[in-house]
C-alpha cells in the first residue's frame, strides 16, 4: 500500500481506537487522561450517552476540556444553570454559543442595509446574550455579519458592518466577553453572506477595533472558501479570537477528509494557543461506534 497522510492518520486513529473501544466494551467510560488542548464536543457528539448532562459527564470521562452549544441562548435559564455547573464541576471551559441567530431562510439580517431596524434588532440581541454569557460562564459569542445585500455597494455595507460590531464591542467588553464572528462558505453552505473568510473578518475586526470583537477560525468554512490555513492563520492571528475544526469533504471529524488537522496543532501548540477548539462537525459513524471514533481521531492529532 503506498503510505498517505491519510493512511497514517487512518493508523494512529485505530491505534488510538482500540484502547477507548475496549475500555468502552468494559466500564462505559476511559476515565482518560485529558487532551492537551481544549476540544470542545457539543450535545449530539456522545448522543448515546443519554441527555445534555449525561453528554458532558461522558466527555469530561474521556478527557475532553472544554464543551460549546450553539444553541445554549434558546435553553431554559434552569437549563443553563445545569450546564454551567456540570462543566464547573468537570472542570471545563465553556466554549461558544451563539448570541445572535441569523434567519437563514429568509437571507437576513442584513447589516450593511440601508434599514437601521435590522442593525438594531442585532445589537437588541447582544444585550440579552450578556445575561446568558454570565449564567453560562463564558467569554465568547458566536455572530454571523449577515448577508449581502445586492442593493447597496460591498465597501459601503462593510463600513456599515464594522459600525454596528464596534457598537457590540462597547456592549459586551465591560462584562468581560468576545464576540467572534464566524466567516462562512458560500460554495457548500451558506450562498449569500457577507462575511466569506478569515481575511474578511481580519479587516472587520481591524475596523472595529474593540477587545469585544474578534474572528471565529472555522476550518471546515475557510479551507472551502479559501484554504491556505496555516498561513492565513499566521496573517490574522491578532484577531482570532476562537478555533473551530471540522474536515472537508463531510464535515466531519479530523481524518476524514483532507485537512492536515495534525499540522494544525502542532502550529497552535507552537504559538502556546490556550483557548477552546470547538469541535464543528458530526461523526462520520452512527452510534457509539462512531463516538468511539470521534475520540480516537483526537487522539491521534493531539498526539503527533
Known sequence: MKLSRRNLI???IAAAASPAIAAAAGQGSSNAARFSL????????????GGLLEQIAYAADQGFRAWEDNEARKRPVEQQEAMAKALAQRGMTMGVFVASMPKWAEF?????????AEREAFLADIRTSVEVAKRLNAKHATVVTGFMDRKVPQDIQTGRIIDCMRR????????????????????TNHPGVYMQSIAQGYAVARG?????????ADLYH?????GNLIPTLEACWAEVGYIQFGDNPGRKEPGTGEINYANIVRWLRARNYGGVIGMEHGNSLAGREGEDRLVAAYRAIDQI
Open 10 to 12: 487512518a493508523a494512529g
Open 38 to 49: 481544549g476540544y470542545a464536543p457539543h450535545e449530539g457528539s456522545f448522543a448515546s450517552r
Open 108 to 116: 437576513r439580517p442584513l447589516l450593511g442595509s440601508n434599514d437601521d
Open 168 to 187: 457590540a464591542g462597547d456592549i459586551v467588553a465591560p462584562h468581560g466577553l468576545t464576540l467572534v464572528m464566524e466567516p462562512l462558505n458560500t460554495r
Open 208 to 216: 472595529a477595533n474593540s477587545p469585544g470583537v474578534k474572528i471565529l
Open 222 to 226: 475557510e479551507q472551502i472558501q479559501s
